[in-house]
C-alpha cells in the first residue's frame, strides 16, 4: 500500500523558535496533502489543505502566519510552526491524496504523525 | 458541511463480547465513510471505508460497519472483542480533507 512518512517524528523546540515538520509521499505523486493536529486526548482537527505548486487552503481559525505551509513538488510539503510557543505544543498528523482509483474515487493515507513540544 | 457524530467517549466490553462503536453523520450528497483506529502515541490506522455499493462493508481485523442511509449511521462492529482492540477509534467523513468525531475509547477487558 503506498506509504506517507513524517519527519521528524518528534520534536521539542524553545519557544519562540521555528520548527518544520516534512511529509512525503514515498511511493506515489500527492498533488495534495492535509495537514491536521491533535490536542491530548482528543479529535483530529483539519487544518489546512495543501496544493502542489499553489497556496494552501486554510481551515476557519487557523493562522496562515503562524503555520507556513509548502507544497513545492509533487511529494513533499511541509509545515512550519513559526514562533512556536507552548500552546502550540500538539501532535500533528499529514495526509497525502493519491491520484483516482478505477472506483473514481481517491484515496489519503495518513502519516505517522510529529509530536512537537514547544518548552 | 459534512460532519460525523460519536456519542459515546468510553465503550467497554468484555473479551469474547460482540462490540458497537457508534457514529452518525450529518452530510449532504453521497457521504464517504471512514472507520480509523489509534494506539497510544501512534498514527492512524486505516479499517475501513463506505463509499457506494453494499452497505455492509468488512475491514481490517475482523471489523466491519453498516451503513444505515435511514438512520444516518455508520456503526463500527466486532462480533468478538479482543483485548488488544482496545484503542481510540475515529468516525471520519471525506470533505476534501477529512471530518473527524470526536472519538471513542474501547477498553476491553480480559
Known amino acids: 500500500g503506498a506509504v506517507v512518512s513524517q519527519h521528524p517524528s518528534r520534536v521539542i523546540c524553545k519557544s519562540g523558535t521555528s520548527v518544520k515538520i516534512e511529509c512525503r509521499s514515498l511511493d506515489f505523486q500527492a498533488t495534495t496533502m492535509f495537514w491536521y493536529r491533535q490536542f491530548p486526548k482528543k479529535s483530529l482537527m483539519l487544518m489546512a489543505t495543501s496544493n502542489e505548486g499553489s497556496k494552501a487552503t486554510y481551515e476557519q481559525g487557523v493562522e496562515k502566519d503562524k503555520f507556513l505551509i509548502n507544497h513545492a513538488s509533487l511529494t513533499l510539503s511541509t509545515l512550519t510552526v513559526t514562533s512556536a510557543h507552548p500552546e502550540d505544543s500538539s501532535f500533528y498528523i499529514c495526509s497525502a491524496r493519491d491520484g483516482l482509483g478505477t472506483s473514481g474515487v481517491y484515496e489519503q493515507y495518513f502519516g505517522p504523525g510529529t509530536r512537537l513540544t514547544v518548552t | 458541511a459534512q460532519s460525523v457524530a460519536q456519542p459515546e467517549d468510553q465503550v467497554n466490553v468484555a473479551e469474547g463480547n460482540p462490540l458497537t462503536v457508534k457514529c452518525t453523520y450529518s452530510?449532504?450528497?453521497?457521504?464517504?465513510l471512514f472507520w480509523y483506529v489509534q494506539y497510544p502515541n501512534r498514527g492512524l490506522q486505516f479499517l475501513l471505508k463506505?463509499?457506494?455499493?453494499?452497505?455492509l462493508v468488512k475491514g481490517s481485523y475482523g471489523f466491519e460497519a453498516e451503513f444505515n442511509k435511514s438512520q444516518t449511521s455508520f456503526h463500527l462492529k466486532k462480533p468478538s472483542a479482543l483485548v488488544s482492540d482496545s484503542a481510540l477509534y475515529f468516525c471520519a467523513v471525506r470533505d476534501g480533507g477529512m471530518r473527524f468525531g470526536a472519538g471513542t475509547r474501547l477498553t476491553v477487558k480480559p
Open positions: 463506505y463509499i457506494t455499493g453494499d452497505n
Open positions: 452530510v449532504s450528497g453521497n457521504p464517504y
